[in-house]
């Protein structure tokens, strides 16, 4: 059912799915037959994903509400942007993040419950930020990133955790 290449993995209903390390595609796995179907993207290569801005890549997967949600960004400087899957036709856009085209924009979706982030270095203040969205009430919080962190593992209510570089434990910090 799982590749070797697997990356990111989400229950959703009586599906599992999955994103590879490419993030270039995304699968739907049936529970009951345990068949594995493409769903969105498509496979590329590496020479196809450097040499063009119309590659899509797609991260971030969680549940919401029993509805399947994740990130898609592009090659080319596009906003990241939440998706709401619809299984019969177009996805829906629920929230695009507001990063200028200069930021430098890392690890995009780390989600928990309702809850998906962003976090980017702002070149006009010169300071890493990280944003997270809730779908469930469409508001979304800004904050300063403490330290040098800019890359984040993931978010339980209000705390977002992290691995410290020089360190073997798991560290935190409310954005409440």
Same mark, same amino acid.
């Given at each position: 059912m799982l590749d070797d290449d697997t990356d990111e993995v989400c229950f959703c209903g009586n599906s599992l799915f999955i994103s590879r390390y490419s993030w270039t595609a995304l699968y739907e796995v049936n529970l009951s037959n345990h068949k594995k179907k493409r769903i969105r993207g498509k496979e590329? +290569?590496?020479? =196809?994903?450097e040499n063009t801005d119309a590659v899509k890549y797609y991260q971030g997967l969680m549940e919401v509400d029993n509805e399947? #949600? #994740?990130?898609?960004?592009?090659?080319?400087g596009k906003r990241p942007a939440v998706y709401q899957y619809? !299984?019969?036709?177009?996805? %829906? !856009?629920?929230?695009?993040?507001?990063? /200028?085209p200069g930021h430098d924009y890392d690890e995009i979706?780390?989600?928990? $419950?309702?809850?998906?982030?962003? $976090?980017? #270095?702002? +070149?006009d203040i010169e300071d890493k930020r990280l944003m997270i969205y809730?779908? +469930?009430?469409? !508001?979304? %919080?800004?904050?300063?990133?403490?330290?040098d962190r800019f890359n984040y593992d993931f978010i339980i209510e209000?705390?977002?955790?992290?691995?410290?570089?020089? $360190?073997?434990?798991?560290?935190?910090? /409310? #954005? =409440?």
């Open positions: 590329t +290569n590496i020479k =196809e994903v399947f #949600y #994740y990130v898609r960004r592009h090659n080319g619809c !299984k019969g036709g177009k996805d %829906k !856009k629920i929230y695009e993040f507001e990063i /200028s979706p780390v989600c928990d $419950s309702s809850k998906i982030a962003c $976090s980017y #270095y702002d +070149n809730d779908i +469930n009430t469409g !508001k979304l %919080k800004i904050i300063d990133l403490p330290g209000n705390l977002v955790f992290y691995w410290k570089e020089d $360190s073997d434990y798991i560290s935190c910090f /409310s #954005y =409440e």
